[in-house]
């Protein structure tokens, strides 16, 4: 399980916790986010950009 | 006055004080206007006072910001984080939500209440919708931090220009997108604003109504569901509307509907002021590059930016739209306004005095420099742009 950061805002994806209000249950693999993925924040960023923790 | 101590990168120690820091309570003060006509009206019995708000916001603000100039300091940023921990200023973002539904409520109950002159009705309901814009303003600034507590506020008041998907719109949609054709909130070059009203408010509508049905799916939970941010807020927009209807009786109808109109009008008139013509090029892979500070235009305009939340410094808030209002940048080389934005809204209004001062000002920007191929441009449009300005890349 790992943790992937925005390097905009910090908001965190934890694949452990998931995240609730989104919709990604508890376990989700930051792999299988949408291709599409902004962050739930700042919206500025990408599932390319975020940085591993 | 409060102050702040910080250590600048070369060990340098400063103290810095924000000279705006109570000025920005005129955010807090300028959504309250039109009881300053109502008052006006009571004491004379003149129904042309009901109006001076227009006269306030449209000759009164362009004129003090082409007097009072334009203000390009930054807070250093070595205290940036102390300024943002400061709950003076989110404090004024939050009391100035029930001074929103107190404006909407009083200016009602004025037009509900008063024999007026159909002009003034009409005026008095414009008047109101303006007022209420200004409280998409707020919902702005509020709906882009991470608290809850914010958040939260940001669906309240956006009840008040029953505009509730905006703040899913704005944050999740219109900044992913914005300067890129596929935005409904980003004018092209050579649309006018009446054009791009007919394309934004119901694209943007869509694309809100879009990403919530997406999230709730995720959730296991269908778009009709209670859940729905878009749904909390307008049940709350209907609640007070009808409320008023009942209190003040059938006029409220027109009113709200005047009302609602020009409140909206507020957010198509910015969007359309914020980012005309600029366009975020495209990497090899067809990916839209970074939104940077030059894909949104600025303006550093005193009085506007102090009674609309620093809105104004928009090429920041596109680049880093967590920041908050007391801390937004300038910075060098942007795509600048020339007047503030209630004088920008006039010029658009009239299409051919906007494309006249804008169209030159966009080609001209350092990293368009007169390319039309880097220009967000109405496709309708493209034939005729390209013969009155041709190519020089």
Redesign the interface.
Known sequence: MSTYKCPECGYVFSEEDGDQYEGYPPGTKFASLPDDFACPDCSVRFKEDFEKV | MKGYTGILENGVAIFYRDRKRWFWSLSVLYPLQPFLGIWLHAQTGNEAWLLLPLALSYIGAPLLDWFLGEDQNNPPEAVVLQLDRDHYYRWLTYIVIPLHFLGLIGVAYWAGTQELAWWSFIGLSIIAGIASGLGINTGHELGHK?SRLERNLAKIVLAVPAYGHFWIEH???H??DVATPEDPASARMGESIYKFALREIPGAFRRAWDIEKD??????KTVWSSDNQILQSLSLSAALQLGLIIAFGWKLIPFLIIHNVFAWWQLTSANYIEHYGLLREKDDKGKYE??HPRHSWNSNHVFSNLVLFHLERHSDH?????RRYQSLRHFDDLPTLPNGYFGMYLLAYVPFLWYLVMDKRLLALSHIDGDLRKVNVDASKNAALTEKYGQTQ
Do not use: E
């Open positions: 991470k944050s999740r949609g900044h992913r999230r709730l799916a995720r959730r296991g970074r939104c596109h680049a880093h739209p967590l």
